[in-house]
């Protein structure tokens, strides 16, 4: 493994709501490694998105420390600002909504590297507009370059996005849901298309989504994150995560969720929560968010200590780091039983 | 009317239906056919745009104005053994069988209940529109039907909608479709837009619902995963058309159709090996001018010559299991090689 590219650490960001403030992230520390991928999962009002922009540095924390390649952001002033922010790209979820439809695809693609001054003259700008349109495979480029959003498919979109991104070559890009709109079909073209970007640009890219069995695929040589209420749970190889989760959540995660095969699916397991109902950000539970659901839970412990993310005692390989207090103590799980 | 056999309830022959649009006419279905039998769960698959929501729509006949039924026929089939044709309905029986004789759960359920009144005035009404005013027996079905979809009875019906959770309103919706005992429930979407944990337990309690109230499913749903869990058969839907249907094991292990196949080497699975996947070339093709032939051939990877002429027609090979195409070989061989 290499250097972390970037690092955030205890990042707090709250947000006020008719005065109250709701606790979006909470002591969230987890680093981006250089060239890895790596994957954000979790459920909506989780923190992922969040998350995502605060690393693309759309969004201040309300406390913590964001580092990029050793240095803290918000030390950072004037070149060495405008290096970083160039450095860090966001995709958006939903192409419809994130391209201009008033400007072509080529004035959507220009207009940052004439402001960059990554090109002279109109010339070279197409040039190199044609080149990344060619990186996304949005071939043959001549039907494409001079079209207006509303003219391309959701797929094509989501292409012109990525491009719009890849324009002052990042060496991180934030890809947010960037796959959840676009059709089955389709889909994994697009994913593994991202996928080569890392070889062919040395970008690293933090993909953020809902879907495990997608984080799997996408993060297979890379790490898995899964979120929770604003925390992160567990952290650790995806190869291992998925193999032997560690936190009750990803266990309860993975065992709930439904696969593309009858037999298989219909065998399955479910682990059954104590409690379905998903705690308010508003209303969140003492010690550990997850005990009031979790089947695991003990009394005096979850309810009473927040846990952090730590590798647990009976963990010699060190791959993965879990919030549970139980988990870090290498204890066996018992059922709760009230 | 057409003769139907004594477990259907549903019988689809030969549906058309077009949107008139100013661009021109989208062919929104074509010559779909289907059976649905008594308890039966049944799976529409297909991406966006490729006519599922129509097809669904059309069997209570909530179709946009702008759309018109341009043949075929939608056999119903009584407990009594007596068969209607729901597009042949006058607006009197057509209110009558709405809800009484089959349910509809739209997508974002949660947006289905009226904020100012209570969960309990939202049965009694549904009630009382079918003739059933006697509230006091309203109040004992719904709460039987509300423990059966795991709520507290009591408090969720004497709640608010803005009381419940996003899950919870699902399960009540859930529970209120089944009210007047009907034969046939259509669930459009049924676990889109919920969390993982909700949606599991939204599939727990369907399953559930189905085993003790035996009634007919037909669900929506761009979920493979879902459709593998729920139903018991599988019909996929491209371009407007039923390209591929037949039991779930059929369509799952032994897919014919080169879309479905092809839909199903581009999901992601749970298991702990790397998966092997790949996405169908090109994009869904557009209704209005829809391509000659069979429809998907711009995007197969098994075409033949024959295929941008003549239109394959959704034929038996083993039992029920059907599709339309002219080279099923090729994708058996395909399997094959995967494996």
């Not at chain 1, 291992?240 to 219909?266: C, F, G, M, N, Q």
């Not at chain 2, 946009?64 to 039924?69: F, G, L, S, T």
């Not at chain 2, 209940?113 to 509230?135: I, M, Y």
């Not at chain 2, 999901?267 to 069979?294: A, F, M, R, Y």
Request: glycine share 6%; hydrophobic share 40%; net charge negative.
């Amino acid at each position: 493994m290499s250097e972390p590219i970037m690092q955030l650490e205890s990042i707090y960001r709250s947000f006020k709501k008719d005065r109250t403030d709701i606790p979006v992230l909470q002591d969230v520390n987890f680093a981006v490694n250089n060239l890895e991928f790596l994957c954000l999962v979790g459920e909506s009002g989780c923190g992922k998105t969040t998350t995502g922009k605060i690393l693309a540095g759309l969004l201040p924390p309300s406390s913590g420390k964001i580092y990029f390649e050793g240095q803290d952001i918000t030390t950072l002033r004037g070149s060495a600002r405008n290096h970083y922010r160039r450095s860090v790209q966001i995709i958006h979820q939903d192409p419809y909504a994130s391209l201009n439809p008033t400007h072509t695809i080529y004035e959507m693609l220009s207009f940052p590297l004439f402001h960059h001054k990554f090109v002279r003259g109109k010339h070279q700008a197409r040039e190199r507009v044609w080149e990344l349109l060619e990186l996304v495979d949005l071939t043959p480029v001549e039907d494409v370059i001079d079209k207006y959003p509303y003219q391309l498919s959701g797929g094509q979109r989501q292409r012109v996005s990525i491009a719009r991104a890849l324009t002052t070559n990042p060496s991180v890009i934030v890809a947010d849901e960037s796959v959840s709109m676009v059709d089955v079909s389709i889909r994994i073209g697009l994913l593994q298309m991202m996928m080569n970007l890392r070889d062919e640009l040395d970008v690293t890219i933090v993909f953020i989504t809902h879907d495990l069995a997608l984080a799997k695929y996408f993060a297979w040589e890379g790490r898995i994150g899964v979120m929770y209420l604003g925390r992160l749970v567990e952290i650790g190889k995806t190869q291992e995560l998925i193999a032997t989760p560690r936190h009750p959540y990803t266990k309860v995660l993975l065992s709930a969720i439904p696969e593309p095969d009858p037999e298989k699916t219909r065998a399955k397991r479910h682990i059954q929560l104590r409690s379905e109902d998903i705690p308010r950000l508003t209303e969140l539970p003492d010690g550990c968010t997850f005990h009031p659901r979790c089947p695991w839970y003990v009394e005096g412990v979850c309810d009473v200590d927040v846990p952090r993310l730590g590798i647990p005692a009976n963990d010699s390989n060190n791959t993965v780091e879990v919030a549970c207090i139980p988990v870090q103590r290498g204890e066996e799980l018992r059922l709760y039983e009230s | 009317m057409g003769k139907m056999k004594d477990d259907v309830v549903l019988q689809v022959d030969d549906l058309s239906i077009v949107y008139h649009t100013i661009r021109g006419d989208v062919k929104a279905t074509n010559n779909v056919s289907f059976e649905l039998r008594k308890g039966e769960a049944m799976a529409l698959i297909g991406e966006s745009g490729s006519g599922k929501t129509t097809i669904s729509l059309s069997l209570i006949r909530k179709l946009p104005k702008n759309a018109e039924v341009t043949q075929g026929q939608v056999l119903y089939q009584r407990e009594n053994g007596e068969v209607q044709d729901i597009l042949q309905l006058s607006n009197r029986q057509l209110r009558e069988f709405r809800w009484q004789d089959c349910a509809m759960v739209f997508q974002g359920a949660q947006n289905a209940f009226n904020p100012v009144l209570k969960v309990s005035k939202q049965f009694e009404d549904t009630a009382r529109a079918h003739g059933w005013s006697d509230k006091k027996a309203v109040r004992q079905r719904s709460l039987e039907l509300l423990k059966l979809v795991r709520l507290d009875p009591e408090r969720v019906y004497d709640a608010y909608p803005h009381e419940l959770s996003g899950g919870m309103k699902q399960r009540t919706l859930l529970a209120l479709s089944v009210l007047l005992s009907p034969q046939i429930v259509i669930l459009d979407e049924p676990t889109t837009a919920l969390d993982i944990l909700t949606q599991r337990a939204i599939i727990d309690v369907l399953n559930d619902m189905q085993e003790k109230l035996n009634f007919s499913i037909i669900f929506i749903s761009h979920d493979l995963s879902l459709a593998a869990e729920m139903a018991d058969v599988v019909a996929t839907v491209y371009a407007g058309e039923i390209i591929e249907i037949g039991p779930v094991n059929d369509m799952f292990y032994e897919s014919l159709h080169p879309y479905t196949f092809g839909l199903l080497a581009a999901v992601p699975k749970l298991d702990h090996e790397q998966d092997v996947l790949t996405s169908i070339k090109g994009t869904p093709p557009n209704l209005i001018n829809p391509p000659s032939g069979c429809k998907f051939h711009p995007r197969c990877r098994f075409v033949l010559d024959r295929c941008n002429v003549d239109v394959p027609a959704l034929t038996e090979d083993l039992g029920s299991h059907l599709a339309a195409c002219w080279n099923k070989e090729a994708v058996v061989e395909a399997r094959k090689e995967q494996v």
